[in-house]
């Protein structure tokens, strides 16, 4: 079974400074570990994505995440906010499509509840 | 760059009354899904398909929803009869034929299903 928790429900910061979204998440296998963001209106997009190379993954708009194994974490951070980066992050999870003790799985995505991040000028 | 589309964008409809939502998946992608945001919730999985068939599925997905891909372009989600308690943003994702490391779904917009 896999879960993903969001420590925090909303964050604000003002633009400029440091953003850090935590992430912890639980899996029985090598797990998949992704960000996705979601402007208001808009779908899911990829921001990063961990499949057990590097454990620093750099994402797209100057985002970057750290799995930590020992921690089970993977926390999104990111050295400046801009105010365009305000929007939903979800922190997810996947199980690897491999045949496990279930049968094989198909990449099924577990979902954080999401933290909303708020940029103010 | 391609992407995921989804028809409509937002769907109301009386309690007890079929819907199908329609996503266009990316052309190349093999594998495709399913999603749904109850407001104020997580996002949860409903189902997945490949090669024509279900290849997972959720609690959630219960003998009032089904899945087809009636012509090799369209991924449909049917409710059959819509509950209150159906009504979410309701996502379809896909992803291409991957390899050891390619795992990232590609999702639409999203239709907004209200059921009155």
């Known amino acids: 079974a896999q879960s993903v928790t969001q420590l925090d429900s909303h964050v604000s910061v003002s633009e400029g400074t440091p953003v850090l979204l935590r992430c912890n998440y639980s899996s029985s296998y090598s797990p998949s570990l992704f960000w996705y963001v979601q402007h208001p209106n808009k779908g899911l997009q990829l921001l990063l994505k961990y499949t057990s190379a590097a454990t620093l993954v750099k994402g797209i708009n100057g985002f970057e995440a750290e799995f930590k194994k020992s921690e089970t974490s993977f926390h999104l951070t990111k050295p400046s906010a801009h105010m365009s980066d305000a929007a939903e992050y979800f922190c997810?999870?996947?199980?690897?499509?491999?045949?496990?003790?279930?049968?094989?799985?198909?990449?099924?995505?577990?979902f954080g509840q999401g933290t909303i991040l708020t940029v103010h000028p | 760059e391609p992407e995921v589309t989804q028809t409509p964008s937002h769907q109301v409809t009386q309690m007890g009354q079929e819907v199908i939502l329609r996503c266009v998946p990316i052309s190349n992608h093999l594998y495709f899904y399913w999603y749904r945001q109850i407001l104020g919730q997580k996002v949860e999985f409903l189902v997945s398909f490949y090669n024509n068939e279900i290849s997972e599925k959720s609690e959630i997905f219960d003998d009032q929803f089904s899945v087809e891909r009636p012509d090799g372009s369209n991924f449909t989600l049917k409710i059959r009869s819509t509950k209150l308690e159906d009504s979410a943003m309701y996502f379809c994702a896909s992803r291409p034929r991957g390899g050891r490391v390619t795992y990232e779904q590609y999702f639409g917009p999203g239709t907004r299903l209200t059921v009155t």
């Open positions: 997810v999870v996947s199980d690897n499509l491999q045949t496990n003790a279930g049968g094989t799985s198909y990449g099924k995505l577990t």
